[in-house]
């Protein structure tokens, strides 16, 4: 990685990327991301646009291959210093990588790549949402009501919605396949697509259409790790500027674990399952649960 950084210095207009094989090996990495990704521009006002692809996403295969610790890099965000995505759709991983060059500065872009969107059967897009009159998408809506995308599930008046679980990544689409199963009609899922820069004006936007709503944000990581401490005080200053009746999200996610994720298949799975019910199942989500 320090070899592509240089050369996104050496040349802006080239996209520069690094892969890690998994994404839990950019902690070999880590010296690159603090000392100079993450704030060369604050210390030597350099510029990179070095898109870092870092696979994460909690597939069964182990603690070493489960996690990109997406929770550092967001610990380590301030002052514009770069852009940390979780993408769900092609159009919007095209239109992540394209605006790295068409723009007229230079930011280094951290993306988390689960492999299983790779071959997801829902994680599709259409030519349209790559063309002249699309663009990146900071927050997406529910596929339930996307012309040509919805489900069987249709969702009641926004002013009826009982709960909002918003999610980041691959999560999303175990959400909208679990609901689609249990049928629950008045859980609205919202996905996250850009953690950094926040996008608060969006979410504020979308957050206002579901006034007695619950909010609950959803994340396979452990509780101590991935998105929740990073977006939780986001999450409840922007439904309060949204005027809804409930400011506080829940949370609904493995719970506290030293280890990014168990070695046991049979255990992910149950601990999968559990945190898809919490989050679209009928009973108050218990926040002061942290612990299993």
């Keep these: 990685v320090g070899y592509e950084y240089g050369y996104s210095l050496a040349d802006p207009n080239t996209l520069t990327m690094w892969e890690a094989q998994f994404g839990d090996f950019s902690n070999g990495a880590q010296v690159f991301f603090d000392q100079f990704i993450s704030s060369a521009e604050r210390k030597w006002l350099r510029m990179s646009g070095l898109v870092v692809l870092l696979p994460h996403g909690y597939e069964g295969q182990g603690p070493e291959h489960s996690s990109a610790r997406l929770e550092r890099f967001l610990q380590m965000c301030a002052e514009d210093n770069w852009q940390v995505c979780n993408l769900t759709t092609p159009a919007n991983y095209f239109h992540a990588l394209r605006r790295q060059i068409h723009r007229d500065f230079r930011k280094p872009l951290i993306i988390m790549t689960p492999k299983s969107l790779l071959r997801h059967k829902l994680a599709t897009s259409s030519l349209d949402d790559m063309s002249t009159k699309s663009s990146f998408h900071r927050i997406l809506w529910d596929d339930a009501e996307t012309p040509g995308r919805e489900g069987k599930v249709k969702l009641v008046k926004d002013n009826k919605v009982r709960r909002v679980v918003l999610c980041s990544g691959k999560v999303y689409y175990d959400l909208f396949e679990a609901r689609e199963e249990s049928g629950e009609d008045d859980v609205y899922l919202l996905r996250v697509e850009q953690f950094y820069p926040v996008p608060r004006k969006s979410l504020i936007q ?57 070695g046991l298949l049979s255990k992910h799975k149950a601990e999968q399952d559990a945190l898809i019910s919490t989050a679209l199942g009928k009973d108050p989500v218990d926040d002061n649960i942290v612990a299993s």
């Excluded at 959803?218 to 400011?247: K, S, V, Y």
């Design 206 to 262: 979308e957050l206002k259409r579901f006034p007695q709503a619950e909010i609950v944000w959803c994340q396979e990581e452990p509780r101590n790790m991935g998105g929740w401490t990073f977006i939780r005080d986001e999450l409840e200053w922007c439904a309060n500027q949204a005027g809804m009746q409930h400011t506080r999200p829940s949370y609904a996610g493995r719970p506290p674990s030293a280890a990014t994720a168990t």
